[in-house]
């Protein structure tokens, strides 16, 4: 069916070359700014196929070569399809309560000059970007033959001066780099600046059954990105392999507001009745005892929050094979005291209309995934955050997702922890709530950090970057005074608080380190305790990469805003333009630097009556932020 989906609509071009000279395919998208050439490079019937990409006539990707093992030099291609498709759907949660499906594609058939079998082409043009994947067939029936892909052989060319956001690791920081001497392979989805003053992000979507591809700069080459395959990969013939994806925009805030391509270029849900599968805020429980568990569940019901997460050690030390996640045995160096009983945490947690989540180490999941998925069912537990898990070749790749597919039949939703990036899997199967793949809170990033992701990172889907809020210095000083060196956010307050809408996660992690012991009574938690996961509508208000970055949200008629700054102070300003014309709001602001005698927190709690002509305008402190309410009058 999935194959079926990928294969439905269409509208490209390419080339092939004939005995008396060269051919040459474009096509357009949509709106007709962006436009993809193929073409052979030589006047030979089989030759090496090449492709570039023009938006509105400015080079965006030079001749650069396409193909994968095998099938790079001595080809033919012949066009077999096409089509165009606009639609509209309705996710079961995401940034927009509406996504638009809109592109051209096209397929060709393409073959070479002395072996059988055949390779598939399929090229969309969207308004966002261009995508392009391959279907292998070989010459025997279907299904009968193993296809065996051990490289993809397609490459990026850019002009000189192009620079890119990099990083090596999917927990890492980013660096701004020119294309040349990179020491590693670097993450998907990868942004880059183009002198022309254009941005351009490859990117990967429809991971499902294939090794993980990311980035490289060939031994001896500049201005060239190629693909990097974590491993080879087996099929069964017709082998379907990722999306490739070239997003395009003239600014980084066009990239982020385009993110939903990603999903697009993934399978409908696939779960029939996906009513069970419920966003919101949650809380870790430090406490791993029973009643410091009913504690932690007395806080979330308390401050609007939806569930409590048990984290590592639950069920013994993580690391250890003989740790059984079927039952509560408490790691002995994470607390003395053994009375965890997580049914009745969970009964208790009910009665206050609180779920709960349990933390599984990969080792306990593969072990066991098959006992504790009924298990966790009948005890009521609402999802599963995968830690520590494999990622990369095809094997972990197929694995992790067959995990998913598995939790959704027991009613469980998933959170992937660690080094897994999504590629748009959560569109089939939306229990995938969300994944980390991202440097967040409880490593304590700068400003600067959280002003590059929403370009990064956040561009490939969902991020669970454990919000933290109470764990800084001005907040917690009997800590210092008894371990100054204890590591703690030196972000502002309303810095923090703007990534709850900055960072767009439908399980969103709040007061990653706190406790209830934590916690004070300041107004401006008020923001927290109202500000949804999931959102109606979602605009990029303001922002550039590694400087500051603003997004404001939409659920129901009220809007939610955030914004943050780097590590320098700056004043930023944009339009309200995105309320109703001709109605009235009320719009609650949280800013850095009030006095002690307005929060202890230090924030700032002010009101103003806004409308559609209305322009914002804040002065945000070195690592700081702002947030804000907008509710209709």
Same mark, same amino acid.
Not at 533 to 555: H, L, P, S
């Given at each position: ?60 990707v030079l001749p650069s070569d396409i193909g994968v093992g095998g099938w ?9 399809? *096409? ?165 395009? *925009? ?17 399978a409908p849900c696939q779960i029939e009745d996906p009513s069970w599968i ?14 410091? *568990? ?108 067959? +995990? ?57 889907? +969902? ?78 208000? +303001? ?68 409308? +559609? ?21």
């Amino acid at each position: 069916m999935m194959r079926k989906h990928f294969l439905f609509s269409l509208f490209l071009l390419f080339l092939f070359t004939q005995a008396n000279g060269t051919r040459t395919y474009t096509v357009g998208s949509p709106d007709g700014k962006l436009v993809l050439t193929i073409y052979g490079d030589g006047k030979k019937q089989y030759d090496r196929v090449k492709y570039k990409v023009d938006y509105k006539n400015i080079p965006v990707v030079l001749p650069s070569d396409i193909g994968v093992g095998g099938w790079q030099e001595n080809l033919s291609a012949k066009e077999t399809a *096409a089509r165009s498709v606009d639609l509209n759907w309705t996710p079961v949660y995401g940034e927009r309560a509406k996504v638009r499906d809109r592109f051209n594609e096209k397929t060709f058939k393409i073959k070479r000059a002395v072996h059988s079998g055949e390779l598939r082409l399929v090229v969309r043009a969207y308004n966002e970007g261009i995508a392009f994947r391959y279907i292998h067939i070989s010459p025997g029936a279907a299904g009968a033959d193993k296809l065996i892909i051990d490289s993809e052989k397609i490459n990026f060319r850019f002009a000189e001066g192009t620079m890119a956001w990099v990083t090596y690791r999917a927990q890492h920081d980013y660096e701004l780099l020119p294309l040349r001497d990179w020491t590693d392979a670097a993450e998907r989805p990868l942004t880059l600046q183009l002198k022309n003053g254009l941005y351009v992000c490859l990117a990967e979507a429809g991971l499902v059954n294939y090794s993980r591809t990311k980035f490289i700069i060939p031994e001896g080459e500049s201005n060239v990105v190629s693909c990097q395959m974590d491993s080879p990969v087996e099929l069964p013939s017709p082998a379907v392999s990722p999306w490739r994806v070239i997003m395009v *925009a003239e600014k980084p805030t066009g990239i982020l507001a385009n993110n939903d391509l990603i999903l697009n270029l993934n399978a409908p849900c696939q779960i029939e009745d996906p009513s069970w599968i419920k966003p919101g805020k949650v809380i870790r429980s430090v406490s791993l005892t029973t009643e410091g *568990a009913k504690e932690v569940v007395d806080l979330a019901a308390r401050r609007n929050l939806q569930y409590i997460l048990f984290d590592a050690g639950w069920y013994g030390r993580e690391t250890d094979p003989k740790s059984d996640p079927r039952k509560s045995d408490v790691d002995p160096e994470r607390s003395t005291v053994n009375d965890l009983n997580i049914p009745e945490v969970i009964e208790y947690a009910k009665s206050r209309k609180i779920g709960v989540w349990l933390y599984v180490n990969h080792i306990g999941l593969e072990n066991h995934l098959d006992e504790i998925l009924p298990l966790y069912e009948s005890w009521g537990v609402a999802g599963i955050k995968f830690g520590f898990v494999h990622v990369g070749s095809q094997h972990w790749t197929k694995w992790l997702h067959d +995990a998913v597919v598995k939790c959704a039949a027991h009613r469980l939703m998933v959170d992937i922890h660690d080094e897994y990036r999504p590629t748009g899997f959560s569109r089939t199967y939306p229990n995938l709530l969300t994944q980390e793949g991202i440097r967040g809170n409880e490593e304590f990033p700068d400003g600067r950090t959280n002003t590059i992701l929403p370009f990064t990172r956040f561009i490939a889907g +969902a991020a669970d970057a454990t919000i933290c809020y109470f764990h800084r210095k001005e907040f917690k000083p009997w800590v210092i005074k008894s371990n100054p060196n204890a590591r703690m956010l030196e972000n502002t307050a309303c810095h923090q608080m703007a990534l709850a809408v900055i960072n767009y996660s439908p399980l969103q992690f709040l007061y990653w380190y706190d406790t209830p012991g934590d916690f004070r009574d300041v107004p401006e938690l008020a923001f927290f305790d109202e500000v949804p996961t999931v959102w109606d509508d979602t605009r990029i208000v +303001a922002g550039e990469i590694g400087k500051f970055g603003g997004i404001a949200r939409r659920k129901g008629d009220t809007w939610f805003v955030g914004c943050v700054t780097n590590n320098e102070a700056r004043k930023i300003s944009f339009s309200l333009d995105s309320l109703e014309p001709g109605k009235e709001y009320k719009m609650t602001v949280y800013s850095d630097g009030g006095g002690e005698e307005e929060t202890k927190t230090r924030v700032a709690v002010t009101g103003r009556n806004v409308n +559609a002509q209305s322009v914002f305008e804040a002065h945000l402190l070195p690592r700081g932020g702002c947030a804000m309410t907008i509710h209709l009058r």
